[in-house]
């Protein structure tokens, strides 16, 4: 297995695999009466800026295909990944449609918080469904974390849904420990209860 940085020529669900990491808030965000959230997260990949752009993703590949997602990142890259997504929203959606889909993103910050410079957080985590429980997740996540105390961050850190336990397992095996739970303040989009996860390095 390969563990790489994401090119946009790579082969595999990158988009569905991403979107299976929050489906409930991806849809919330991104998905209108013409596009679907899964749209725009190719879009943006593609687009090499944002969260989801490719530069930001890294990949576990078998056999030349990508089988897992995962986006690392760390305070010191944050508002510029937040202005990269700003500015696709704006191209992908159109000048009218984008101040919506804008207005929704201002509920994400009771979700997901600005991380440290310290500290990197693991977003868009998700691995094939038909290769679940075989050690790919593991194995990209103490990957990363290997890096990331090389280059001497002090934390790593995400958040996981109430309704996933499995993945909750999975980080708490890893070292993970929950430090709050986190609440999504419009109860009408039906969003999950969030747990915050932090791992000391």
């Not at 310290?118 to 985590?125: A, D, K, M, Q």
């Amino acid at each position: 297995m390969e563990i790489r940085t994401a090119s946009p020529s790579d082969n595999g669900d990158i988009s569905q695999l991403m979107y299976s990491s929050g489906i409930e808030l991806y849809d919330f965000i991104f998905k209108t009466s013409d596009k679907t959230a899964i749209d725009f997260i190719h879009y943006e990949f593609l687009s090499g800026q944002g969260f989801c752009g490719y530069p930001n993703v890294t990949v576990a590949l078998n056999d030349q295909r990508v089988v897992a997602t995962g986006c690392f990142f760390d305070g010191k890259i944050f508002n510029s990944l937040i202005w990269g997504t700003v500015k696709n929203i704006f191209s992908f959606y159109g000048p009218i449609k984008a101040f919506s889909v804008l207005a929704r993103t201002r509920h994400t910050s009771s979700v997901m918080r600005t991380p440290k410079k310290t500290e990197i957080y693991l977003s868009n985590f998700g691995v094939d469904p038909n290769l679940r429980g075989t050690g790919i997740g593991s194995k990209m996540i103490e990957h990363q974390r290997n890096i990331a105390e090389k280059d001497g961050y002090d934390t790593l850190s995400l958040d996981v849904a109430d309704n996933n336990p499995r993945a909750e397992s999975l980080y708490t095996r890893l070292g993970f420990t929950i430090v709050r739970e986190k609440v999504f303040p419009k109860k009408a989009a039906n969003i999950p209860l969030t747990k915050e996860m932090k791992m000391a390095l």
